[in-house]
């Protein structure tokens, strides 16, 4: 990444961070009114809170893991719970202001006194805890649904193309695991035994595997290269990989025994009249970042008979709109974590087509996995992770998301 793109990084991050934890701590340190000593000693508490992140991300430069692991841990916690306080304020805020203009409204016509500042101070400390309260709760819940293990969802997808003799053809996709500060060997080893043992045909990742260098991270992933299926292990880059060397990550995946799909397309099967071909592509935002890279759906697909199936590769859910224009059978995306904390998946659907499950955009199929490990608090929120056991089906059925069922 360029020191300008770096810089620029820097400057959004400290403004938004700092925006933040001044509401917090106006609405619930500075409104409620508490005695001196209380809203002094919680005010340094606030702006130590504030500085955490900053702190957490020079750490993952400057200190060694064993350092900057923990750190890192704390400021993504405290990032997923002011998340839900900026949240909670921001709905009782919005709440207020309507009891305010209705207030205002009843009493237009009559003379109104001097508000009661000491139930102004009340409601605020009422309300405050409150919220508080809520996102304690809150936070406890998806801290346990964030770090318990990882669950293998079975999809069955159908392909009017497939072959009836490759009817049941299984695919393990793991995507979004983001090795890095809060995520490491331990859990890569996890995802490894449980993705072998769904004894897939074909194993996939589909992209943001790291947050970090191959100096930092190789060793972790390594036991990537026990992944076993007979057609294969494939992969394609996501956004995170081009903040983290992408040629250097797939020179490192490629000796692993992970073979990295760049604009191109392999055969899987042959069976009959048909058979079964696999095509994967550069993240779509690849091409800002490095300009030997991009998102290019006509290469992967030139020379491709159209009457095999073709299954995609994708990171980013939005590939799907030229891919179904080309006549793809399925595509298999990640990117959005199916929002990670609700009710953030609300905002990941103003920037991609679908957020987490099975769809279909005009005729093509797209599966978007909500991820396997977690970006930033180590927490979800009516988005359990999940490793992806998708099972192809020679039928031109169709199938909607409620057919999707928990292994």
């Known amino acids: 990444m360029s020191i300008s793109r770096i810089l620029i990084f820097l400057a959004v991050l400290i403004g938004v961070d700092s925006l933040m934890h001044y509401y917090v701590w106006a609405r619930l340190v500075r409104d409620p009114a508490f005695p001196p000593g209380w809203t002094r000693a919680l005010t340094v508490v606030a702006v130590v809170l504030a500085v955490l992140p900053i702190a957490g991300m020079m750490a993952t430069r400057f200190a060694p893991r064993a350092v900057a692991g923990p750190l890192v841990w704390v400021a993504m916690t405290w990032g997923g719970l002011l998340f839900f306080a900026v949240l ?37 400390r009422i309300l405050g805890g409150a919220v508080a309260t809520t996102v304690v709760g809150l936070g406890s819940w998806s801290l346990f649904e964030g770090l318990r293990g990882v669950a293998v969802k079975r999809v069955l997808v159908p392909l009017t193309k497939l072959p009836r003799s490759l009817s049941g053809y299984t695919i393990v996709q793991m995507t979004d695991i983001h090795v890095g500060p809060t995520i490491g060997r331990a859990f890569v080893e996890q995802i490894v035994r449980k993705a072998n043992a769904a004894s897939p045909d074909l194993i996939v990742i589909t992209g943001d595997l790291v947050d970090g260098s191959v100096a930092e991270l190789g060793a972790l992933c390594e036991p990537l290269r026990h992944l076993r299926a007979p057609d294969g292990v494939f992969f394609v880059t996501g956004n995170h990989e081009y903040y983290s060397g992408a040629d250097e990550w797939i020179a490192h995946l490629e000796g692993l025994g992970i073979r990295v799909l760049r604009n191109e397309r392999v055969a899987l099967r042959d069976g009959g009249a048909g058979g079964l071909d696999l095509a994967g592509v550069d993240d779509w935002s690849a091409a800002d970042i490095l300009p030997h890279h991009g998102h290019d759906l006509p290469k992967a697909l030139a020379g491709r008979d159209a009457s095999r199936a073709l299954v995609l590769l994708a990171h980013q859910p939005k590939s799907v709109v030229e891919a179904a224009q080309r006549g793809v059978d399925l595509v298999l995306s990640g990117h959005t974590h199916g929002g990670q904390l609700f009710p953030f998946n609300y905002l990941v659907k103003l920037q991609q087509p679908f957020v987490a499950g099975l769809h279909r955009h005009d005729g093509t199929h797209i599966y978007v996995s909500r991820g396997t490990g977690y970006w930033g608090p180590p927490m979800r929120l009516a988005a359990p992770a999940e490793i992806t056991r998708i099972e192809l089906q020679s039928t031109a059925a169709e199938l909607g998301e409620g057919d999707e069922a928990a292994a």
Not at 105 to 119: E, I, L, N, Q
């Open 88 to 124: 909670l304020l921001g709905v009782v805020d919005v709440g207020q202001g309507f009891v305010w203009i209705a207030r205002r409204a009843m009493t237009a016509a009559s003379s109104t006194g001097a508000s009661d500042p000491g139930r102004r101070d009340a409601l605020a």
